[in-house]
């Protein structure tokens, strides 16, 4: 796999112009179908398959091959506390959640093992407003030093998607989405993977309700900016069946993926 696939994009890839397709009127009940394997690039020397794990519909691990993995662990209220993301079997990063009174992540902490490359711990305080989005600030703590603000990020939701992230230096991520049944869309904690789906070492959740068919950077310099495609071919229960997915990365030349998808 490449490292843009497994470690998806920059640093604190958080969240996500808004779609008008993205509507969860459209939303179908629960209907039981869970992902079970995505194969990206099938046929090819590139390759590689992500296979979900699950104790009922509680996602226990996403393993990518190759002692690549991501493992979850839930308390006896089904609540997700935790993320482990392992590369080659070693720890790489861990997530610790916690919840506030209304059973919402209320903040968590992202912590970076030797060997990852990176340094430090992240905390990510949430606070939800009435407009639909949700402000987190971040804190930064090196092992010399005391928890300081890092950055603020201001999350938009549109439904159960994540939509836009705007961080308080300009840079943004959006996200659109199709109105079909996300492939992610009957995990349990859905909107809690969604989220930590967007760090370094997140597993490749990236949707809730629906499908996500576009990601777009803007900041200062075009040449690091990512503006990405996906485009999808869906079964009889409206769940995507292959998809291409268009990977543009500011000047350089596209890369272009096939993607298959494939239920339990």
């Known amino acids: 796999m490449n490292l843009k696939q497994f470690l998806l994009v920059t640093l604190f890839i958080s969240v996500?112009?808004?779609?008008?397709?993205?509507?969860?009127?459209?939303?179908?009940p629960n209907?039981?179908?869970?992902?079970?394997?995505?194969?990206?690039?099938?046929?090819?020397?590139?390759?590689?398959?992500?296979?979900?794990?699950?104790?009922?519909?509680?996602l226990m691990s996403v393993d990518y091959g190759d002692d690549y993995k991501n493992v979850y662990t839930y308390d006896d209220n089904d609540n997700l506390i935790k993320d482990d993301?392992?590369?080659?079997?070693?720890?790489?990063?861990?997530?610790?959640?916690?919840?506030?009174?209304?059973?919402?992540?209320?903040?968590?902490?992202?912590?970076?093992?030797?060997?990852?490359?990176?340094?430090?711990?992240?905390?990510?305080?949430?606070?939800?407003?009435?407009?639909?989005?949700?402000?987190?600030?971040?804190?930064?703590?090196?092992s010399s030093s005391d928890f300081e603000l890092y950055n603020t990020e201001t999350i938009t939701l549109n439904g159960k998607n994540i939509v836009k992230i705007v961080h308080d230096d300009g840079y943004t991520e959006s996200y659109t989405y199709d109105n079909k049944n996300s492939a992610f869309k009957n995990i349990h904690a859905i909107e809690v993977l969604n989220l930590l789906s967007h760090h370094e070492y997140g597993a490749e959740i990236y949707s809730n309700?629906?499908?996500?068919?576009?990601?777009?950077?803007?900041?200062d310099?075009?040449?690091?900016?990512?503006?990405?495609?996906?485009?999808?071919?869906?079964?009889?229960?409206?769940?995507?069946?292959?998809?291409?997915?268009?990977?543009?990365?500011?000047?350089?030349?596209?890369?272009?993926?096939?993607?298959?998808?494939?239920y339990k």
């Open 16 to 28: 996500l112009a808004c779609s008008s397709e993205s509507d969860d009127s459209k939303e179908t």
């Open 31 to 58: 209907d039981g179908i869970l992902i079970e394997k995505i194969i990206y690039d099938k046929g090819t020397e590139d390759e590689y398959t992500e296979t979900f794990i699950y104790d009922g519909n509680k």
């Open 85 to 142: 993301a392992y590369a080659e079997n070693e720890l790489m990063a861990t997530i610790a959640i916690e919840y506030n009174s209304e059973n919402k992540v209320a903040s968590y902490t992202e912590t970076f093992h030797d060997g990852s490359g990176l340094e430090g711990i992240y905390k990510y305080e949430l606070s939800y407003n009435n407009d639909a989005t949700i402000t987190v600030k971040v804190y930064n703590k090196t």
């Open 209 to 219: 309700t629906h499908n996500i068919i576009s990601f777009v950077e803007s900041g």
């Open 221 to 262: 310099s075009i040449s690091d900016n990512y503006n990405d495609i996906y485009e999808y071919t869906y079964n009889e229960n409206n769940y995507p069946k292959t998809g291409i997915a268009t990977y543009s990365y500011g000047n350089l030349e596209n890369e272009v993926s096939t993607i298959e998808f494939v």
